[in-house]
């Protein structure tokens, strides 16, 4: 059993900042890949950014140079830090890894989300 668990959402003024947490828990052995994506109300759902094990990182155009992904390894969390945030980043954030377990298997696996409110 692998569960994903993001926190750190909350409301923030436009420029404001907030660092989103991803916790993978239970039969872990590494975090493969980790993405953040977000959805708004009424939008598809946006890829925000990933990371890999060898720290290789992608950013959207809408958050680069705002957005930074880092991760724990010892303690299989990633993390989004976000910065100078802005009314259009309003969102429930995702956290969405592909996990390999301590059983030799790998899958993927979701995080309930964490919502982002940006407002003056």
């Known amino acids: 059993q692998v569960q994903l668990v993001e926190s750190g959402g909350g409301v923030v003024r436009p420029g404001g900042s907030l660092r989103l947490s991803c916790v993978a828990s239970?039969?872990?052995?590494?975090?493969?890949?980790a993405e953040w994506y977000r959805q708004g109300p009424g939008e598809e759902r946006e890829l925000v950014g990933s990371i890999n094990s060898s720290g290789w990182i992608h950013y959207a155009d809408s958050v680069k140079g705002r957005f930074i992904i880092s991760r724990e390894t010892a303690k299989n969390t990633v993390y989004l830090h976000m910065t100078n945030l802005k009314p259009e980043d309003a969102a429930v954030y995702l956290c969405h890894a592909h996990i390999l377990t301590t059983k030799g298997f790998a899958s993927d696996y979701w995080g309930q989300g964490t919502r982002v409110s940006v407002s003056s």
């Open positions: 239970g039969d872990v052995f590494t975090i493969n890949v």
